[in-house]
């Protein structure tokens, strides 16, 4: 910030003073205490010095409190250097960290500057104050200055955006963003008012004075609007909330157009996410909208009556009634916002309509609903707010409730009215509430667009400023945050984007090592999870396609979707949120309430139909572009499954924000980026008080910590060579040698030294780059090594001073002993009379005195000697100086006179570019208009793309809606699916049943009784599934239908890009011709380049020669007199010098004597010498007033002696003219002398053809012929005394040439005087030096001197003589030209003479002599005219033969300069190939080390794997003892290993081998890379140098040529200057001498001319006489035909009439025949037949009438022409009539004129000679008109290369668009082909759901058929069981009697029974068992 003045008081709050941070107390203080920054509650982190560590923990103690407390090492962060506070740029802080951060910010703001850069940011902190720090003075500061040059400001940043547009062109964006109250508005005002004062257009006339705005800046009236747009946009989107008092509820994005030169030339602002929901409520001390409240504070009450306003406290939507802000007058804003209104072009009609709609959106909410008791309905007990809604929005009451209260809905094709309960009458109120102010802000803000967009001016570039909100985390956040977050996340990938790409560019530019890292990329899941498909915004708009869906199914939905993405959380079950995302400022808890409702903004469309056909046409204007659902979309909402209803716009609010976003990032990415983070830094709204945590949230949300964290990935601590170098060679003693040194190699010796770590920087090319937290290492040691070095110093300067002490105290005795002996003997000899003596006696001696005085003397001579020659050498030097004075003098003399010449051209070359500019300037305008014609063709080829697009988006709806129907097929599918894993369970339940059923019959019957019923739900189940099935087939069906309609339409689509194909081949072609005509154009032009530039190069070549000749003479001409002059001065000087030596001389002597005589006179000497030195300055004065004198005189003479040159040479040119002028003359004489010839011959002719007519006038012709005769011999008296004046020309040419010879000889003399001169000089210098034979050399040059004045007086006498030649010379000349004039009147004389002749000769003459000589006249009149049209023909050929040739130079000299650019090119390829070279090697060297490194790693492993086995070894040796049955195993095993050692041993060493190898191999390639670079180095620098040579004498040559061109440019004006004087002199004396012969000329002419009238008026006469006998004839034969047809028209009527009658007849005929056909019914065939031909008769009939009508009609179409050409021939009959009449008016007219002319002819006489004049003027002006079409050709082959550039571009242009448009054709088919597959998996699923319900079918019969087996079986287990009990019984009772017979031990033979039951019972028992 060197051009900043740190003391001015205006940047007291921009400027903090550095040298109070670099006190060395602090430093030391930081250093000692090892100050570190640990976390604290409420003030974030405090500072703490470090005691002692224990473990992970360290015990610091507090600065402030001095507690000691434990801390992890993890939550400690390290504290900066004091010389780093309040650090400008927190990237340059050495430690970046959080608590860093913070407390720089912290400190800077408590120092009130409140701006803080931190890299690509400039982060603002809001001051809840007015600073001075944006006053114009302030802006000027800022200005055109660099970054670095001034503090950090809001200002710094726009002038960088301003300025880099301006020089690079390309787009800026400013982006603003941060909390509400954080100071976004307030920063983007300032930014526009800065752009609106660095860019401010001028005014552009008296009546647009330029208006100021608030701080006193003047500005235009498109500034002014700019500046006016902010107060609308306030007071129409501000509100008071919580946190801030004006706080923006929407985001903008102003653009701000400038043009080429930097004005601004228009403006736009679009505006995002206006927050709509705060006029219907708001929240507690929070008010709506400021113009509420402006409106009813600041209005009158009759104005309040008009619309119907009342107090704030009655309207329901204000619900904290009418809330003051303190600060802000409401009054004043009204009117304010009313003036910026006006401003920007608002009319007062528009003002009421926007008053009348705030007015209705507020009473909207004062409409009282009440439900009726019995039913649902809404009723409206009072409708009187309602009739004032009605009549404010222009609509009526009855439409407005029942709208509201039973609002028509469409149910298939009928609309049905349906009752609105209470609460949705109210939503649907509020709904249109928000809506109407919503449409209200986009009207004002379109309106404010169209307002800065009306400059004609185009935008070459714009800046855009982008004032949104920030990031956002609240303890729930809804769909408003999500969008804010989105944005956020989008622009934070952008900041990071450009950030590291800026930071990885000057990596690249030092050559630094780095990958390549896009951070943008960290930000990509969080994004994709919010945009892409399937994502979060996308999820919403599926589910508000979905009737049924809620935001609980939304959330499910979301949570099925999206649990295992990386970025979402699930929430937990006591968390009130639904969702979390993970974003870059921490994770955010969403609560999905309303998120449908809020996406759907639902409208009631009936109320909006009423709307838009509304009364007002502003309200009809703020509603035509809505678009319901209901309205536009009915035909897409009716399917199979029934009809979705939806209201609200088509569009979502996440789709609608998806686009704008959209937009805006294109924008973005396509502009440079300048990024603005606002700060609040307290809620309390409180100047000068921080809240920490809440700071550090915004830090992190804004993305300034983001951005510090991608800085601490790379090297954020960057310092250049030479300071690192000063400030640390401090800890590296004698490591840098002395001498120079190289301050790359410098600190990469002070790295080897420090011995840090190589990953902790980097060394580039011009500064050395540290990770963060290196500098402060180095300062903490630099600290320690200073604090050494002093101390040692301290210690050194203490001894110093104690032995300085000791040696005074030591000198100090002896003195003391010195003085002490002195005293005793003075003491001891003080009383010895001796001694008195002779301190009596000693002073009276004067001998003592005489050598003193004697000393004395001789001191002051040798002081007066060396004074002397002080003075000699003084003498000396001062003639030295004087003459480098003279030589600088000349010297600057001759650089002021090449100063002025090159100022003369300079202005010339001004005056060209002016005309230059002017040329171009109209060049631009007629381009301009062609653009604006060509912009009109883009619009309407714009349009048709916009059609072609709309019915792409209308395709691609109903794809949409196919999708739609698609995914309720889905989720069909899926509920098919769920109830099929039912029947499963189902299934796997009968099972179970199954298993019970052997051991509870009883359970398993009523299962059975149950699986019955479910299998007969089941069926009915399949039945409804076959129905589903069939509707499937149906639907599809259906969209195969659609496909074939889509596939249908893509043909047209198709067929419309084929024909759009075959247009732009046509164009192609078109642009082809265009290009070969103005390939033919340029050719054209070049042929008539290369003309003129030949003809320029003849004039050229003479002009040069002429140049040469003159030049030589001047030359010739100005040495002479220089020497002159040169001589006399000298002569002069010499006297002088002469005269002051002998006068030196003199006094020396006299001097010498004095002294000699006398040394004892010292005072008079002195006074003496103070005369003499006095009488020396004198003589250097008067030397001084001579020569400057004498140059005055040298100057004179050298001006009066060019003046006498030019005048001579003028007098030369003239000669040389006038001597052209005579042959020129003497040429046209010749010529008229011929013509005189030819003239007697004609004259004889008409003599002869007078005789034959009339005898009587020979005699009289013969006179005339004598008198022709005298006439001829005066000619020839004239002519010979022309040639005596040509003789005496050719003598005073002889005359000349005798001058040149003379003064030829005069050079030559001067030369042999020059050389004289220079032995006289060389005289005069051997003279000074040698001082003995001045007197001898003086009389010589004395002798030498008078015979050079004699040489002088002989050359003046030639001189003289010369002069007297010119004198006579020009004499001699004014005599030829008074004999001229003499002749002249002679000739004058004569020619009166001729027109006495002539007169006589004409009154004899016939009129029709008269006639034929009037002819001859105008023939001869009309070649000299073509003679001299031939003549300025031939001079535009030779102009443009000059103008070839001089292009033809120019070509040559640009060849010569593209040869130069070529060998520049040359030698730039051959640096970059060398360049190349060294990076080849360099890569080499690379792959050599790499390939180093792994051969060392092969061999570090091989070395581990011989460890490894020589261990495994060792085990074997080691566990031989235990294992000896093994030991023949163990031998061979060890054997192999020491084979393997061996092998790996000798591998070893060969790598080692190959290791040394690749090492020679590196060292010789370094040193050959060392050995080329310098090699490379030297022969670049050589090639440089000789380029730089080559460019400088290319550039000294160009200034030559240039200068050559120049003159030649010079001597050409001047040439042009003397043609153009020479022709004017001879056209003067053309005047005089042939104006008679013209004279006569004419009058034979105009005899000629009127005789040749004469015959034409006859000839036409003849013509007339004869065309109007034709036309008579023609007349005639008409009437005869006009008579025929007339008769033909009789006999057709007649024809025609009959034909009507036999109509009538066979009408009458067919109607008897069908009457008696009709009544003879019963005849049978014979009547039939009868009919039949009757039928046949009748049609034949009918055909003939039918033709006779054809006949007719065709007849009076006839008769109708013939009419027709009767009336036209009548006509032109009358016509001709007419004519003939006025043919013989003419001719009479004509005799009247012939004789009127015959009078006249005197007069054209006279008039003749002013025709001449006039004609002779003509000529030049065509001569110039002629030039000027040349240069108009020129500047039109301009303007055609201009226009087929442009023309080219716009064919790229729309090469592109096409490219452009065929890709979206490719992607639509794409989509296309996505559809189809889409159908063919929905196909392939519902089979797979068809073979699905087969298998359960086949699963059922299967089940079926197991339930029948199972019955069966049971029924035979039933059996079974029944068989065995009735055989239970049949035993039981069998059994007493058996047992009977056991007791009594009886056998009864052949009782069988007893032993069947034995058998049975054993059975049994087996079965129990």
């Known amino acids: 910030m060197a051009d900043v003045d740190r003391s001015d008081p205006d940047l007291k709050f921009l400027v903090v003073d550095r040298n109070a941070f670099s006190d060395p107390a602090t430093q030391a203080e930081w250093s000692q205490k090892r100050l570190v920054w640990v976390p604290h509650e409420t003030a974030g982190f405090v500072a703490a010095s470090m005691k002692r560590a224990q473990g992970e923990e360290v015990e610091v103690e507090l600065v402030e409190t001095s507690k000691k407390v434990l801390v992890s090492r993890d939550d400690m962060q390290k504290m900066n250097p004091p010389k780093y506070d309040k650090q400008e740029d927190m990237a340059d802080l050495t430690c970046l960290n959080e608590a860093s951060v913070l407390h720089n910010i912290k400190e800077r703001y408590y120092s009130g500057l409140i701006y803080t850069y931190s890299g690509l940011f400039c982060v603002v902190v809001n001051p809840y104050k007015r600073l001075p720090i944006y006053t114009e003075k302030i802006i000027e500061i800022y200005k055109g200055k660099k970054r670095h040059e001034v503090p950090p400001h809001v200002f710094a940043i726009t002038d960088i955006a301003y300025r880099s547009m301006l020089q690079d062109r390309e787009d800026q964006s400013i982006l603003c963003t941060g909390e509400s109250g954080a100071g976004k508005t307030e920063n983007t005002k300032k930014v526009i008012q800065y752009l609106a004062y660095v860019a401010a257009s001028k005014p552009k006339s008296s009546s647009h004075l330029p208006a100021t705005n608030e701080g006193g800046l003047s500005f235009g009236e498109l500034e002014q609007q700019l500046l006016k747009a902010n107060p609308i946009l306030e007071a129409f989107g501000n509100a008071k ?21 930097g004005y601004i030339a228009g403006a736009n602002i679009e505006t995002y996410l206006l927050e709509k929901a705060r006029i219907i409520r708001q929240a507690p001390d929070e008010r709506t909208f400021h113009i509420f409240y402006q409106l009813l504070l600041g209005s009158t009450q009759e104005f309040k009556s008009n619309i119907l306003l009342e107090d704030a406290k009655n309207y329901t939507f204000m619900t904290q009634g009418g809330l003051r802000v303190p600060g802000i007058d409401d009054i004043e804003e009204f009117t304010a916002t009313q003036n910026a209104m006006k401003v920007m072009g608002i009319s007062d009609d528009d003002m009421t309509s926007i008053w009348r709609v705030i007015s209705a959106s507020l009473l909207f909410g004062n409409m009282e609903f009440k439900q009726e008791r019995n039913t649902d309905q809404a009723t409206l007990p009072d409708n009187t707010v309602a009739q004032k809604v009605a009549h404010l929005l222009g609509i009526q009451v009855t439409d407005l409730t029942k709208a509201f209260l039973k609002p028509r809905i469409k149910v298939g094709r009928d609309y049905v009215t349906k009752a609105q309960t209470k609460e949705q009458v109210e939503f649907a109120i509020e709904a249109i509430g928000k809506a109407t102010y919503e449409r209200l802000f ?38 408003e945050q999500l969008c804010i977050n989105y944005t956020n996340e989008k622009l934070q990938q952008l900041f990071n984007h450009t950030m590291f790409i800026l930071e990885q560019e000057e990596y690249q530019r030092e050559g630094i090592e780095w990958k390549f890292i896009d951070f943008g990329l960290d930000l990509q899941p969080t994004i994709d999870l919010i945009e892409k498909p399937m994502g979060i915004m996308a999820l919403v708009d599926e589910e508000c396609w979905f009737p049924k869906a809620t935001d609980k199914s939304f959330v499910e939905k979301l949570v099925t979707s999206h649990a295992v993405h990386p970025k979402f959380v699930k929430s937990d079950f006591k968390s009130t949120a639904d969702f979390s995302i993970l974003h870059y400022a921490g994770q955010v808890n969403y609560s999905a309430a309303q998120w449908l409702m809020k996406n759907m903004d639902p409208l009631n469309e009936n109320i909006v139909q009423y709307l838009q056909a509304s009364q007002d046409p502003f309200v009809c204007h703020i509603w035509k572009d809505a678009e319901i659902v209901g309205m536009a979309q009915q035909a897409m909402t009716d399917t199979q499954f029934g009809r979705v209803t939806r209201k609200g716009m088509f569009r979502t609010v996440s789709q609608l924000y998806k686009e704008q976003l959209s937009k805006l990032m294109v924008t973005l990415r396509n502009t440079n980026p300048n990024f603005v983070r606002c700060i609040i830094p307290n809620h309390e709204k409180k100047a000068g008080k921080i809240n920490a945590p809440l700071v550090l949230d915004q830090l992190r949300c804004n993305g300034v910590l983001e951005g510090i964290r991608i800085c601490r990935q790379g090297f954020p601590n960057r310092i250049p060579f030479q300071e690192f170098r000063q400030r640390y060679e401090l800890l590296t003693p004698n490591v840098i040698p002395k001498g120079f040194m190289d301050g790359k190699k410098a600190c990469e010796k002070m790295i080897e030294a420090l011995e840090l770590d190589p990953g902790l920087f980097r060394i580039g090319q011009s500064k050395i780059f540290f990770r963060a937290g290196v500098l402060a290492h180095l300062e903490e040691e630099r600290d320690l090594r200073i604090t050494d070095l002093v101390v040692k110093f301290q210690a050194y300067c203490r001894g110093l001073l104690a032995r300085r002490n000791y040696q005074k105290r030591v000198q100090q005795l002896n003195a003391i002993r010195i003085l002490q002996r002195n005293c005793a003997a003075y003491l001891k000899l003080r009383n010895w009379q001796w001694w008195r003596l002779y301190t009596k006696v000693k002073p009276l001696l004067q001998v003592t005195k005489n050598d003193e005085k004697v000393m004395q003397k001789e001191n002051e001579l040798k002081e007066i000697t060396e004074k002397l020659h002080h003075h000699e050498a003084e003498v000396q030097n001062l003639d030295k100086q004087y003459q480098q004075a003279l030589e600088e003098k000349n010297i600057l003399a001759e650089q002021l006179q090449a100063e002025t010449e090159l100022c003369a051209e300079a202005e010339e070359m001004r005056a060209r570019l002016a005309a ?3 040329e171009m300037e109209e060049i631009i305008h007629d381009m301009e208009a062609r653009i604006e014609e060509e912009e009109e063709k883009v619009l309407k080829s714009g349009e048709e793309r916009k059609k072609l697009q709309q019915h792409i988006q209308d395709l691609e709806e109903q794809l949409e809606e196919e999708e739609a129907a698609r995914q309720k097929l889905q989720i069909e599918k899926v509920q098919a699916e769920a109830k099929m894993k039912q029947f499963e369970e189902q299934l796997v339940a009968s099972d179970d049943f199954k298993e019970k059923f052997g051991k509870d019959k009883k359970n398993l019957e009523e299962k059975l009784s149950d699986v019955s019923a479910t299998l007969a739900e089941e069926e009915e189940k399949a039945k409804h599934l076959l129905k589903l099935k069939a509707k499937h087939e149906s639907t599809i069906g259906e969209l195969e239908d659609k496909l074939r309609k889509d596939n249908q339409q893509k043909q047209e689509v198709e067929r419309a890009k084929r024909k759009c194909e075959t247009e732009l081949g046509d164009m192609k072609e078109q642009v082809l011709e265009r290009k070969q005509q103005v390939e033919e154009i340029q050719l054209q032009l070049g042929k008539r380049e290369e003309e003129v530039a030949q003809a320029l190069m003849k004039v050229d070549e003479e002009a040069a020669a002429k140049a040469n000749a003159q030049k030589a003479l001047r030359e010739l001409e100005s040495q002479l007199g220089e020497v002159v002059e040169d001589l006399d001065a000298e002569k002069e000087a010499r006297n002088k010098a002469e005269k002051q030596k002998r006068d030196l001389n003199e006094e020396l002597e006299a001097l010498k004597n004095e002294l000699l005589d006398s040394l004892d006179v010292t005072a008079a000497q002195q006074e003496l010498r103070t005369a003499r030195e006095k009488e020396l300055a004198n003589i250097k004065k008067s030397l001084e007033d001579e020569t400057s004198n004498h140059e005055q005189m040298t100057t004179d003479m050298r001006h009066k002696h060019s003046h006498e040159i030019s005048q001579i040479n003028n007098q030369l040119d003239q000669l040389k003219k006038t001597k052209t002028q005579a042959e020129k003359g003497k040429s046209q004489l010749e010529a008229e002398l011929a013509d005189l010839a030819n003239e007697l011959k004609a004259t004889s002719g008409n003599k002869q053809e007078a005789e034959r007519k009339r005898k009587q006038l020979e005699n ?52 042999g005087l020059e050389a004289q001169l220079s032995e006289v000089a060389a005289n005069l210098e051997e003279e000074t030096r040698q001082k003995l034979a001045v007197n001898s050399k003086l009389r010589a040059l004395e002798n030498e001197k008078e015979h050079l004045l004699e040489q002088v007086e002989e050359e003046e006498g030639k001189a003289k003589t010369l002069e007297k030649n010119l004198t006579t010379a020009s004499q001699q000349l004014a005599d030829a030209r008074r004999k001229a004039e003499e002749e002249s009147e002679q000739v004058a004389k004569l020619e009166e003479y001729k027109k006495k002749q002539m007169k006589d000769f004409e009154e004899m003459q016939h009129r029709m002599e008269e006639v034929q000589s009037s002819n001859e006249k105008l023939d001869k009149s009309k070649k000299k005219m073509s003679a001299e ?37 040359r030698i730039s390829t051959e640096r970059d190939n060398a360049e190349r070279d060294a990076r080849e090697k360099e890569t080499k060297l690379l792959n050599l080390n790499r390939g180093l490194e792994e051969l060392q790693a092969q061999l570090d492993e091989s070395e581990r794997s011989r460890r490894q086995l020589q261990a495994e070894l060792d085990d074997l040796v080691n566990t031989q003892g235990t294992a000896d049955k093994n030991v023949h195993e163990l031998e061979k095993a060890k054997r192999q290993l020491e084979q393997e050692l061996v092998e790996q041993k000798t591998q070893l060493e060969e790598l080692e081998d190959e290791l040394q190898q690749t090492e020679d191999q590196k060292m010789r390639l370094e040193v050959n890379m060392q050995a080329l670079k310098t090699q490379f180095e030297r022969d670049l620098a050589a090639k440089e140098e000789a380029g730089e040579e080559k460019r400088r004498g290319m550039a000294k040559q160009i200034r030559d040529l240039e200068a050559e061109l120049d003159e030649e440019r010079k001597q050409k004006q001047a040439a042009v200057n003397a043609k153009k004087k020479l022709e004017t002199d001879y056209k003067d004396l053309e005047s005089t001498m042939d104006m008679n012969n013209k004279l006569k000329e004419d009058a034979l002419k105009q005899l000629k001319k009127l005789q040749q009238a004469m015959k034409e008026i006859q000839r036409d006469a003849e013509e007339a006489h004869a065309s109007k006998n034709e036309v008579l004839q023609q007349s005639k034969d008409l009437e005869k035909k006009i008579k025929a047809l007339e008769s033909d028209l009789v006999q057709m009527q007649e024809d025609l009439s009959a034909a009507e009658r036999a109509r009538r007849t066979a009408e009458s005929e067919r109607d008897e025949l069908a009457e008696e056909l009709s009544s003879s019914g019963s005849k049978g065939a014979l009547a039939i037949d009868e009919k039949r031909r009757l039928d046949a008769r009748i049609a034949a009939l009918e055909g003939e009438l039918e033709e006779e009508q054809t006949q007719s009609e065709m007849l009076m179409e006839r008769a109708r022409k013939a009419q027709i050409s009767i009336e036209q021939l009548t006509t032109e009959l009358a016509g001709e009539r007419g004519n003939a009449q006025k043919m013989e008016n003419s001719k009479m007219m004509l005799e009247r004129q012939n004789k009127e002319l015959k009078v006249k002819l005197e007069e054209v006489e006279n008039s003749n000679r002013a025709k001449a004049k006039a004609a002779i003027a003509a000529l030049e002006s065509k001569v110039s008109n002629l030039e000027e079409q040349l240069s108009a050709e020129a500047q039109e082959r301009m303007l055609a290369a201009k226009g087929n550039r442009k023309l080219e571009k716009k064919i790229k242009e729309l090469l592109m668009q096409l490219e452009d448009e065929r890709r979206h054709a490719d992607q639509y088919k794409e989509q296309n082909e996505k559809t189809n597959g889409r159908m063919k998996a929905m196909r392939r699923q519902l089979d797979e759901a068809e073979e699905e319900i087969s298998r359960e079918k086949a699963h059922r019969r299967k089940a079926q058929r197991e339930l029948d087996d199972f019955v069966e079986s049971n029924e035979s287990m039933n059996r079974e069981i029944n068989n065995l009990k009735n055989k239970l019984r049949r035993g039981m009772s069998g059994l007493p009697s058996s047992r009977l017979l056991k007791g009594r031990g009886s056998v009864v033979p052949g009782d069988d029974s007893i032993a069947d039951t034995e058998s049975v019972d054993g059975g049994g028992e087996e079965s129990e068992k």
């Open 916 to 918: 230059r500019k002017q």
């Open 241 to 261: 909330t919580v946190k801030n008092d004006n706080s923006s509820r929407f985001g903008k994005f102003v653009r701000i157009n400038f043009d080429a030169s």
């Open 1260 to 1311: 009289h012709a013969g006179e005339l012929n004598a008198k022709l005769t005298e006439s001829e011999s005066r000619c020839t008296e004239a002519q010979e005394r022309l040639g005596k004046i040509l003789n005496e020309m050719e003598s005073m040419g002889s005359q000349l040439q005798e001058a040149e010879t003379r003064a030829s000889q005069a050079s030559k003399s001067t030369d």
């Open 442 to 479: 986009k009207w004002i803000v379109t309106r404010i667009n169209r307002s800065l967009d009306r400059t004609k001016r185009q935008g070459a570039s714009f800046i855009g400023i982008l004032d949104i909100a920030g990031f956002e985390i609240f303890e729930l956040n809804s769909f």
């Open 1429 to 1465: 049209l031939d003549d300025a023909n031939i001079e535009l050929d030779s102009h443009r033969s000059k103008v070839l040739e001089l292009e033809k130079k120019q070509r040559n000299f640009d060849k010569i300069l593209a040869e130069e650019k070529m060998n520049g090119e």
